[in-house]
């Protein structure tokens, strides 16, 4: 692995300038780079918690430092029998409910940009089955497909990260706002790409609704993220991000593929 690499990996810096490729890289430290607005403010927010943690431990140690020089054996061999002081009472305890209203306004108002879905230019469900993915586009052509794990020799002929690449990726438009219905036919899964901000739970007999709206064409790696059962790990989320007239063509070549595989959906779209 070359140092720049390295020191790229460790800064979170995509080393691809064009077409993005989201995954989980070695050395990585914090989160994949953001591809959507959601989650450039969930990174956004993140980065805020960090300095008013970092400010509060840095509190704190000072705190504990003085104590610990000015008021040891030592230094203070007749200690005072000072207690209860109204003023102090009343600070410590005002002042962490202050830090918490103070990061739960923010944390509040990105929960409901999450929630909020504005209204999609795309719609497909995304089917959590032991173990993989079903994809079914109900509005755009009614047709449904399987995604599984590429095994090992052929995620590498085919240029494949491992354990991540998948024989039929689902497709979206850049820039459009993608609804994801999620749910699932045996267990609870869960259909969560980290650069896009996205984890939802797909839970059978219920269906859950999530967005997110790609900025950059690319391809954008995720997983199961709900533990359900052996193959859990071996269910992997490949989502292409392309322009508009790619995801056009291969909506109709996938009309043609997959519409002919499934009856039932065809008929239920109608
Ligand atoms: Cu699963």
């Excluded at 009343?90 to 306004?105: G, H």
């Excluded at 990105?110 to 173990?131: H, M, N």
Aim: charged share 15%; net charge positive.
């Amino acid at each position: 692995m070359s140092l720049r690499r390295i020191v790229f990996s460790a800064l979170g810096l995509p080393l691809l300038s064009g077409a993005a490729m989201a995954q989980a890289r070695a050395w990585q430290l914090g989160m994949q780079p953001a591809a959507t607005p959601v989650m450039e403010r969930i990174e956004q927010f993140h980065n805020e918690l960090l300095i008013i943690i970092t400010a509060v431990c840095v509190f704190v140690a000072i705190l504990l430092i003085y104590v610990m020089l000015r008021f040891n054996h030592r230094a203070n061999p007749v200690p005072s029998k000072t207690h209860h002081n109204t003023l102090l009472e009343v600070a410590w305890t005002l002042v962490p409910v202050i830090i918490l209203v103070i990061i739960a306004i923010p944390s509040f108002r990105l929960l409901y940009f999450e929630a909020e879905i504005p209204k999609p230019d795309v719609t497909f469900q995304a089917i959590g089955r032991q173990w993989y993915w079903t994809y079914a586009f109900p509005k755009d052509g009614g047709f449904q497909f399987d995604s599984t794990m590429l095994k090992d020799d052929a995620a590498a002929r085919a240029g494949e990260p491992r354990l991540l690449g998948v024989d039929n990726p689902v497709y979206v438009p850049v820039n459009k706002v993608v609804e994801v219905i999620t749910t699932g036919s045996d267990v609870i899964h869960s259909w969560a790409v980290p650069a896009f901000g996205v984890k939802m739970d797909a839970i059978p007999g219920r269906l859950n609704h999530t967005w997110f709206k790609a900025t950059r064409v690319g391809t954008y790696y995720g997983q199961c993220s709900q533990l359900c059962g052996a193959n859990h790990a071996f269910m992997p989320i490949e989502v292409k991000v392309v322009t508009q007239q790619q995801y056009e063509a291969w909506l109709a070549q996938a009309k043609k593929k997959y519409a002919a595989d499934d009856d039932a959906v065809r008929v239920a779209s109608k």
